[in-house]
C-alpha cells in the first residue's frame, strides 16, 4: 500500500499548499480520502489518471474537502471512462 499526500493545507488559499487531499494505492485500485480544490491536479502532477480512481472517501463535508469531487464526477462522464467499474462515494 502506498499513501501520497496531495493537499494537507487550508481552506484559504496558500502558494504551495493545496486543500485535503491523500491517495491510497493499493496492488489494483486506488481510493481518494477527501478531494479538496486542487486535487485533480494533484493527481495529475503525480501521473494519476482518473481512471485509476475506485473510490473516494470524504471525511466531512467542508468545500476544502469535497470541491473536486464535482470535478471527478464530470470527468468520469468522459467517453474514455465509458465501461469502468461505478466509482464509490463513501462519507463519514
Do not use: C, K, Q
Request: aromatic share 6%; net charge positive.
Amino acid at each position: 500500500m502506498r499513501v501520497t499526500i496531495l493537499g494537507s493545507g487550508t481552506a484559504i488559499p496558500a502558494r504551495g499548499r493545496f486543500p485535503a487531499g491523500v491517495l491510497v494505492e493499493a496492488a489494483d485500485w486506488s481510493m481518494l480520502v477527501d478531494a479538496g480544490p486542487g486535487t485533480l491536479r494533484r493527481l495529475a502532477d503525480v501521473g494519476i489518471g482518473l481512471e485509476r480512481i475506485a473510490a473516494v472517501l470524504l471525511t466531512h463535508y467542508h468545500t476544502d474537502h469535497t470541491a473536486d469531487l464535482a470535478a471527478l464526477l464530470f470527468g468520469l462522464r468522459n467517453p474514455r471512462y465509458r465501461g469502468r467499474a461505478a466509482l464509490r462515494v463513501l462519507g463519514a
